[in-house]
Every structure is written in structure tokens, then in C-alpha cells.
């Protein structure tokens, strides 16, 4: 064993050591938020996986380049054959999704002041999303992790981060519309 070990495996400065018979990448398995590097391999269902997300970003993001971006900040997703939004139809007042489609399609263009005015939730997601693609290609192309340092999500960090940028995103747009007198619909 070496100097700045000790028999339980914890080296005196405070990181986990792999006891000798076993692999170094075994020590960061065990941790919780050990952070998964390019050093990782990454299998052939790992790259099956990387394939599919590539794939679904790659979709979405040319969809958005296909559509024309709504100049009133929402609607655009009626292009692709969907109703108008039912909360805005009804009372005036947009839902937690509307200007997504808008906001991904002026993402796109590199609009991007344009793209957070329409939703600043679905200008946040349209930029993950092509982040995703970004390390999913990594993943295809290096049949590694890419080298990233974030801390374990869990799914509730993962549901905490979605219903907080949804719901912000929609207080943005009814504060936004309400101060510039273009909500509720119905008044104009």
C-alpha cells in the first residue's frame, strides 16, 4: 500500500483509493458523485443509447429549423398541424408551454434574445438539447464519456429543475405580457 494510504482505502487527502486487487475505476464507482470521465468506455448498448439521443436531437432541432418562428412569440407549433393553445384560446392567458416551439425555432437561427423573450424555459431546453447532441456525438465518435464534471442527477434533482424552469419561464411570459399590455388576449 502506499504512503498516503491507509488499510480502509482513504488516502490523507480525502479521496478514495482502489484497495490493490482491485481495478482504480473500481474506487470511483463506489462514490456517489464520482464523475464519469472520457477514461470510462462506454459499451455497445452505451453507444445503441447514444445513437437514439443523437437521433431525437438532431430531429427536434431540425424541426425547429424547418418552422417559421411566430413573431407574436407563440403559435408556431401550428405549422406542424396542432390546435391552438386551449388556455390561451380559452382565457386569454398563455400555459406553462407556450412560445416552446417559438422559442427552439429562434434558438436555431442564433435569435437568441428573441428566443428567451418567447420562452425563456424552451430557450433553455432548445440550448440542452443541443448540448445533448453535442455529447451524444461524442459518445459515437469516441465510444467514451465525455469528459464533464456534474454531480449524480437523481430524478427528483431532475423533476425539481424542470418544474422550476417551466414554471419560472411561464411567470416570465405572463409578467412580461400583463407589463406590456399584450396578455390577457381578450382585451385587445
Known amino acids: 500500500m502506499s504512503d498516503d494510504a491507509t488499510e480502509s482505502g482513504v488516502r490523507s487527502q480525502g479521496t478514495i483509493a482502489a484497495p490493490a486487487d482491485e ?3 473500481a474506487a470511483a464507482d463506489a462514490l456517489p458523485l464520482a464523475p464519469r470521465g472520457s477514461s470510462r468506455a462506454v459499451s455497445t448498448a ?12 438532431l430531429f427536434a432541432l431540425a424541426l425547429s429549423a424547418w418552422v417559421k418562428p411566430d413573431g407574436r412569440g407563440y403559435g408556431t ?7 391552438p393553445c386551449g388556455m390561451l384560446v380559452w382565457a386569454g392567458l ?13 434558438t436555431v437561427r442564433g435569435r437568441l434574445p428573441q428566443a428567451f423573450w418567447a420562452q425563456p424555459s424552451g430557450f433553455a431546453l432548445a440550448l440542452a438539447t443541443m448540448a445533448l447532441a453535442a ?3 461524442w459518445v459515437l465518435l469516441t465510444g467514451r464519456w465525455p469528459p ?26 405572463l409578467a412580461a405580457g400583463l407589463l406590456t399590455g399584450t396578455l390577457p388576449l381578450g382585451n385587445h
Open 23 to 25: 481495478p482504480a475505476d
Open 46 to 57: 452505451g453507444r445503441g443509447v447514444a445513437a437514439g439521443v443523437l437521433a431525437a436531437c
Open 77 to 83: 407549433h401550428e405549422q406542424l398541424g396542432f390546435a
Open 94 to 106: 398563455p400555459c406553462p408551454t407556450c412560445g416552446m416551439t417559438t422559442a427552439f425555432a429562434y
Open 135 to 137: 455529447a451524444a456525438l
Open 148 to 173: 464533464i464534471r456534474a454531480p449524480l442527477l437523481t430524478p427528483y434533482r431532475l423533476l425539481t429543475i424542470l418544474l422550476v424552469l417551466f414554471l419560472g419561464g411561464w411567470a416570465f411570459k
